[in-house]
């Protein structure tokens, strides 16, 4: 993947919101107990922290990811998702065309840089990025889902979630396009589009049917 990628991402994610209103402010997402205005307030927060990310990487610094960890996260999300619309829009638009201009600031030296979300570097915060942008446009239930999701990022999802394959099972998820496995033991094998495959295993709802017997997977890493 590259910067491009992620900005194709935030394109759609910003064209989304663009008409944002207040009912469909707030209407529920795709993920249990959250309105879209809960959404859109975690994905302008993450934005805001990993601008962090960079910039202090970039200054040869580290910085954790939030303020107060992840309780101050969880309340800074509750407080701001009942905003109204027009300040959800601003706030999200505001936070996302921030962090792409950062992003835009990394020279092709820098990607080793650390960074403190996840201990890793500047190569995975823009994975992350990736995947939250993408991911979390789908959790909004406004038209997208994962059926838009490339091959590309398919794969690196999948390969992402491998610690999700329970113990004692080789997982096999079969496509037309594409096989991935993962794990040792009773082979277990679900046939499917390999975006409703990924959808699957990074437990959303599926576009179309998959089939095979579906073992209980393990949290996200």
Not at 44 to 51: D, L, P, Q
Not at 101 to 121: E, G, Q
Request: one cysteine or more; proline letters at 7%; hydrophobic letters at 40%.
């Amino acid at each position: 993947m590259a910067l491009t990628d992620v900005r194709a991402a935030a394109e759609q994610l910003l064209a989304l919101v663009a008409d944002l209103d207040e009912p469909t402010a707030r209407g529920a997402s795709s993920l249990p107990g959250w309105s879209r205005g809960h959404v859109i307030t975690h994905i302008a927060y993450f934005s805001e922290a990993m601008t962090r990310q960079v910039d202090e990487a970039l200054q040869g610094r580290l910085i954790e990811m939030y303020d107060g960890g992840r309780p101050e996260r969880d309340a800074s999300i509750e407080a701001g998702a009942d905003r109204s619309a027009a300040d959800l829009r601003a706030h999200l638009t505001a936070a996302v065309t921030t962090l792409l201009s950062s992003w835009d600031k990394v020279s092709p030296t820098d990607w080793p840089l650390p960074i403190l979300h996840r201990n890793s570097n500047l190569a995975a915060g823009l994975q992350a990025t990736w995947r939250e942008l993408t991911i979390h446009t789908t959790d909004l239930d406004l038209g997208v889902t994962p059926a838009s999701w490339s091959s590309s990022f398919c794969l690196h999802l999948l390969d992402f979630l491998r610690p999700r394959t329970p113990d004692g099972i080789h997982l096999v998820l079969k496509s037309p396009t594409a096989t991935w496995e993962n794990g040792s033991g009773e082979e277990v094998e679900l046939t499917g589009a390999l975006t409703d495959l990924t959808a699957w295993y990074a437990g959303r709802t599926t576009p179309s049917p998959i089939t095979g017997p579906e073992p209980q997977l393990l949290p996200w890493p």
